[in-house]
């Protein structure tokens, strides 16, 4: 089992940054390749951002492409997601999450993603 704890959210405004981190802890993340999720009231979840388990390969959603940054720390064993130039439509609850250890590539499905953290809400003022 992988425990995933999420943290950095909070308000902001359009145009700012902020930045999320997912942490393992007494796990090396570099066991699993990760991603980032988001959840907006009345809305499915959706792909934002993945990253394989050496950080070589990124992939991210196009409505984010360009605006985040997904990167990981295997000595920290934590991974982030470094948001910038923020919309009101990028308000949702940010969830991390994790791939079996068999895996070494990141996905863009949620049903590929076998452990989940608690979710950290991002609330962007227009």
């Known amino acids: 089992q992988v425990q995933l704890v999420e943290s950095g959210g909070g308000l902001i405004e359009a145009g700012g940054s902020l930045g999320l981190s997912c942490a393992a802890p007494g796990r090396t993340t570099s066991s699993n390749a990760m991603g980032w999720f988001r959840q907006a009231p009345g809305k499915e979840r959706e792909f934002v951002a993945a990253?394989?388990?050496?950080?070589?390969?990124?992939y991210y959603a196009d409505s984010v492409k360009g605006r985040f940054t997904i990167s990981r720390d295997n000595v920290k064993n934590t991974a982030y997601l470094q948001m910038n130039s923020l919309k009101p439509e990028d308000t949702a609850v940010y969830y991390c999450a994790a791939r079996d250890s068999y895996y070494t590539g990141g996905a863009t499905s949620a049903p590929m993603y076998a452990y989940w953290g608690q979710g950290t809400q991002v609330t962007v003022s227009s």
């Open positions: 990253i394989s388990k050496s950080g070589g390969n990124t």
